[in-house]
């Protein structure tokens, strides 16, 4: 600090006389300097800058966090101090602060100065002497006062005012904690305010719960002063109840609350406007903006009826003339949008009388209904269309309650069935009204259990006699009508006038009948003809053979005898018992195919096709053959039958070739989703496509037995045998390029004992 001189006078020397020293702090380096004497008082190196942590360690417990909280106000808040400490060493110092105005900056500066022990007694005896100034301030104070001490924290003085608020005598309560007058559950929060000075401050001002000496719970607000009397930390406590304001405050916060709860749950539910005595729109909130799309500077100037379609003047009308009579006017209301459409409102207009009973005020609260009559408006539309859907129904419709009694019939019960002109006429009638009463009773005792036990009644067939004694043959269905609870309140029927199809079905009957016989009929006539056709073409080789045996005999015994002519004749003949012979055993052949049943098993197909064709191998080697064979499965099959279709397949495609081709026959399988399907392709002659219908017709030959042989009989019996097992034979053929013919087989095939066998694949 700068000497400071006056009229020639060293007032810096004076004041370091009087053990006074200087200090100066530099807010923004955090540090602190003194003079000479404020060195010497502090204990440390004079005119060197010392930071505020290295000063704060000189100071004892307590008188360090003291000071540290008031530099923080001197810095923060410019805010002025004067602080007794106690130093490491025992020392007691005054230290006081100040900010000075210096030109356009602040400077934080102040003095230090040692207390002596006599100065603190002569400072008690003042503070005794001014008896008078304590008890003005404190004894007589009209607001309760107590004084309580930092780290015990208990009571060591009293005023009257606070014996009287907390109802003790003074010994009792000098002998009392403020533990001792506050609620259990707020002692914690005692501990954290009060167990430093640093954290209470220098003035503490808070609301707690007092508790006086009858337990009554009392809000208080205390201001606290943190004063020091005869060397000890105390806190001056003043005592202002505002227990009654703070019931009044939590009261009038609870009717805040519901008055906003209500307002919230109206403005979330319903429509509402609020009008003036003139009807002029003052308030209008959000849901009734958000559904109308008007506002309050939309309607101003405008009568409410813009809100409202022409058809509803007369309604508005009476409502302004029951609310102005002071009613309470409620209707719905249909208004328009302000954008277009309309709003239906369930309304309640309510008149606010002031005193003299006079309207200053209307309010308007709506409830959103729109949907609702949207929805009723389409639920009549649906009942028509569902009446006229049902009227109009060629079946009979009809609607009864628990005790029997139509409550609906369509125009088609009502005019066929009960022969009345108009649905009207039998509503409340019972069957007793229309049917004899032996049929009456059957009919109600029937829907007498559906109504009881709850269960529908699906396609029952029933008959009448109508009024002209016809017989009417219904199919009716009746199931249990119930409500939203599921309760069964009655049924509905329907029922279908089936009198045609029943004639149709016992003319069908008949005619099954009838087919069945003829079926039989001709079963027998097929076993019949099978077994003519086997005798027949069994005792046909005897003859046969007799005329080939005499034949030869005829040409051997009498060959010199015999012209050219005549050895030709004799070869014609034998030619002819021959191919006979053939034919016949080629139509028992076919006769047994399909007849003689033979077990199934399972059969490696490419071993199959390899017998077959090892069988041909004198007519592969004459030809020079090329067989080409694809992957086979092994299935679950009858094994003579379709070695008997390969052996014919196979044999075609080798015979029917041209003498200048080489052959070449791919055999091959394909899997299907339920069938096996082989093939046999060859590069032969092909079938004429003129001929191609006759290809699987008994005894049908395409070609000249002159040059290809054969009686025409191993296609159709190829035919016959997939068919009796189940699948299907077909072919397709160029004439000139060769033909594919191609089988399936089921891959489930049941055998004798009716057990189904699967076909797999051999991998």
Known sequence: MAYQREGGTDWHNILALNGIGAWKMDPIGQTISCCTRGSEILQIPPNEPLSLVALKGKFRPNSDKILTQTLNNFLEASQGFIKVLEMLSGTRIRLRGKVVQQGNALSYCGSIESIESAELEDHQVLFSDRADLYNILFQDNPMPMFIWEFGTLNIIDVNRQALLKYGYSRDEFLKLNIRDIRPGE???????????????????QKVWRHLNKAGELMQVEITGHRVEIGGRSCSMVLINDITDRVEAEEQLLASLKDLSDYRFALDESCLVMILDKDKNVE????????????????????????????????????????????????????????????????TVMIPFKDNDGLAYQYIWVGYDITEKKLGDEALVKERSLLRAIIDNLPIQIYVKDTEGKHIINNRFQYENLLGQASEKETLGKTVYDYFPEEIAAGMDAYDRKIVREGKPVLNVEEYYYDRKGKLVWLLTNKVPLRDSEGKVVGLVGMSRDVTDRKKKEENLKRLNSALQKKALELERSNQELE????????????????????????????????????????????????????????????????????????????????????????????????????????????????????????????????????????????????????????????????????????FSRLHGKEKYSGTGIGLAMCKKIIENLGGTIGFRSIEGKGSAFFFTVPKSIADKKGKDRINTFDH
């Open 531 to 698: 077994q003519f056709a086997y005798i027949a073409s069994h005792d046909l080789q005897e003859p046969l053979r007799m005329i080939t045996g005499f034949l030869g005999l005829l040409e051997k015994k009498y060959e010199p005898l015999l012209d050219p002519k005549g050895r030709q004749y004799i070869h014609f003949a034998v030619d002819g018992a021959s191919r006979m012979k053939n034919i016949i055993m080629d139509l028992l052949a076919y006769s047994r195919a399909g007849r003689i049943e033979e077990k199934v098993k399972e059969v490696a197909v490419d071993e199959l096709v390899a017998n077959v064709i090892q069988l041909q191998k004198e007519l592969i080697k004459q030809k020079n053959a090329r067989i080409r064979l694809g992957k086979f499965p092994k299935i679950n099959i009858p094994v003579a039958p379709i070695r008997q279709v390969f052996h014919n397949l196979i044999n075609n495609a080798l015979k029917y070739q041209r003498e200048d081709q080489v052959p070449q026959v791919d055999i091959k399988a394909e899997e299907e989703e339920e069938f096996w399907k082989f093939m046999v392709i060859d590069n032969g002659i092909g079938i004429p496509e003129t001929l191609q219908g006759r290809v699987f017709i008994l």
């Open 283 to 346: 308030y209008v909130n959000q849901k009734f903006q958000d559904i109308s799309g008007f506002d309050k500077s939309s309607l101003r100037g405008n009568s409410l009826e813009v809100l409202y379609n022409e058809n509803q003047g007369t309604l508005v009308t009476g409502c302004w003339d029951a609310v102005y009579s002071g009613d309470i006017w409620r209707g719905e209301l249909k208004g328009k949008r302000k954008e277009g459409g309309v709003f239906w409102v369930d």
């Open 186 to 204: 707020d002692i914690p929060l005692i501990e954290k305010h009060t167990s430093r000075e640093d954290v209470y401050g220098e003035i503490h």
